[in-house]
């Protein structure tokens, strides 16, 4: 036995020192020491770390250099029959039964497909104990006996014996166990060791550690998480920085609560209803009452805006005394309805949009045939650039079952009137649209022809993704996009930068159709993102009304100010 732990790796260790099928929240101490786990290396004994696959694959390869049976006619076995080979193995089958399991949630299942497994004495892979402890962390807790808490760490104990060498997922599954155990140090502490093993922790690592410091109230610990995020360049999101908020509004951190509206600011810029809510309770605490300069220095804070690009300072609390927070709205030009505030348009900075220029027309050739979208490029800088850019299939569609040119004519005629230089939009649309369905109706085919005369459509080819073509048109001509498309899904989350909803609001047109006609919603004359006035009061926008139809509905907190240069 002695032996056996010898060779066990080091972390894994730990995990077998903690009594099941509870860990103690006393056992703290045993995840504060130093753990050095070594690299996993291809060795006789770490060769049950593969899947089944990699060793069927080894097998092959041991087979086709060693075995003197094998004849040189021998028929290869072909990739179709391997896969089909592994599918039916016993251990394809349980991977098929567990990723099931996983996908609908069936925790008990999951555990007695396990037991089952264990006493026949079948062979797990990591991703077989990466399901399992996936279940388990995502249940932990939750039901009345802890279940999955009290499995989840006999499972992984289990892993340690087959010397499973862990992955990411199979850390945060643990992470995950440890906040279900009301041990963020412990979850904390396993990230830490994911990072010294060369082993890259994600946001979602980071996570247990992070919330269960902040519901506990730990500030400190919180920021420390914070920190260790920082420096492994992962980016935190709403949750994150509103859990943040949060503590350091309970802590009565002052600093910490403006350090993180900023970081609101540059990352969210429109919160949730769940984080207004956070943002309202700390304006309305006892400490944002207590924090903030009676006098500051003028100039020096019209400095921080205007170094800043407009919106903001981020010179500290301005003001004394008790916050006013209420629910409001901003009319057409801006001005607060509350306090009557006139909110700014923040700057863009030109040199950002040629980077992003550059960056968009990248990951497009990245994801479209590369010659498609090359001579797309070509096509824009021969007839470009453009007032104005139309996602024809979006605009076509708008309220509509069938796609309608004439709506699609009545925009491009609208546009034309308002352009400066009296030229036509550009019109994108998938090839199938200028060629098949309403576009063989003889007038239609009139007004695509004169458009395409006109230098003013460009049909996608077969196979591609238009969003790419007219979000890059407009990026490249600075001009307006006429879209509904709020552009969240996971195409524009491959952008990965806050630039692009500053861009998008500054230069996205929405439109309408009702019985008075068609409407267009230009972009509005200011920044919709939490501003920061020069004499101390907040404006925090929300994602509540973020549409055509209902007004955006704005935290307004202001508070008595006495300023002095």
Request: hydrophobic share 35%; net charge positive.
């Amino acid at each position: 036995m002695v032996g056996a732990l010898a060779r066990t790796p080091p972390l894994f260790s730990l995990f077998i020192k903690i009594p099941l099928p509870l860990i103690s929240r006393n056992s703290r101490c045993i995840f504060r020491t130093t753990i050095h786990f070594p690299k996993p290396k291809l060795t006789p004994t770490s060769m049950d770390n593969f899947s089944m696959d990699k060793r069927l694959h080894l097998c092959t390869l041991a087979l086709s250099n060693n075995s003197p049976s094998r004849s040189a006619s021998a028929p290869l076995v072909s990739n179709k029959s391997k896969k089909k080979a592994r599918r039916e193995s016993p251990e394809g089958v349980l991977r098929h039964k567990l990723d099931m399991c996983s996908r609908h949630g069936h925790l008990v299942e999951a555990l007695r497909l396990y037991d089952e497994a264990r006493s026949r004495g079948l062979p797990l892979s990591l991703h077989h104990y990466n399901v399992l402890l996936y279940l388990c962390s995502s249940n932990g807790g939750a039901d009345d006996d802890g279940v999955g808490l009290k499995r989840g760490f006999e499972i992984f104990r289990q892993m340690v014996d087959d010397k499973v060498v862990p992955n990411e997922a199979t850390f945060t599954s643990a992470a995950r166990l440890a906040a279900a155990a009301e041990d963020p140090e412990m979850a904390f502490h396993l990230v830490k060791q994911m990072k010294g093993l060369g082993i890259p922790p994600k946001l979602r690592s980071y996570g247990p550690a992070l919330f269960g410091f902040c519901k506990k109230g730990e500030a400190d610990r919180a920021y420390e998480v914070d920190a260790h995020m920082v420096e492994s360049k992962v980016i935190s999101e709403e949750p994150e920085i509103s859990a943040l908020l949060k503590v350091s509004s309970d802590s009565s951190k002052g600093d910490k609560a403006y350090e993180m509206l900023h970081r609101l600011r540059i990352s969210v810029r429109q919160v949730s209803e769940s984080t207004s809510g956070v943002v309202e309770e700390w304006f309305m605490s006892e400490e944002a009452a207590n924090v903030g300069m009676e006098s500051w220095d003028v100039e020096k804070v019209r400095e921080g805006v205007v170094r800043g690009g407009g919106g903001w300072h981020g010179q500290g609390w301005l003001g004394s005394g008790n916050w006013r927070v209420v629910r409001t709205q901003m009319d057409e030009a801006g001005t607060c309805s509350c306090c009557g505030q006139k909110l700014v348009s923040i700057d863009i900075d030109p040199k950002e949009t040629e980077n992003f220029a550059t960056s968009l027309s990248k990951l497009a050739s990245q994801r479209e045939v590369k010659a498609d979208f090359f001579q797309f490029k070509e096509w824009l800088q021969k007839h470009g650039p453009f007032d104005a850019v139309i996602d024809g299939a979006n605009v076509g569609l708008i309220n509509l079952h069938n796609f309608s040119f004439s709506q699609l004519n009545t925009l491009v005629n609208r546009l034309h009137q308002m352009s400066p230089s009296k030229r036509l939009p550009l019109v994108i649309l998938h090839t199938n649209r200028v060629t098949g369905g309403p576009a063989q109706n003889p007038k239609n085919k009139k007004l695509l022809e004169s458009w395409k005369k006109a230098g003013a459509l460009y049909a996608t080819p077969a196979g591609s993704n238009d969003d790419w073509y007219w979000l890059y048109a407009s990026v490249n001509s600075k001009c307006l996009l006429v879209t509904n498309d709020e552009m969240r899904d996971h195409l524009f989350q491959l952008l990965g930068t806050n630039f692009f909803p500053r861009w998008k609001e500054k230069h996205q047109v929405r439109m309408s159709v009702s019985r008075q006609g068609l409407a267009l919603h230009m972009p509005p004359p200011y920044s919709i993102v939490i501003q920061e006035s020069e004499d101390g009061r907040w404006h925090v926008p929300t994602t509540t009304g973020d549409d055509i139809e209902t007004p955006r509905q704005w935290l307004c907190a202001t508070r008595a100010t006495t300023n002095t240069k």
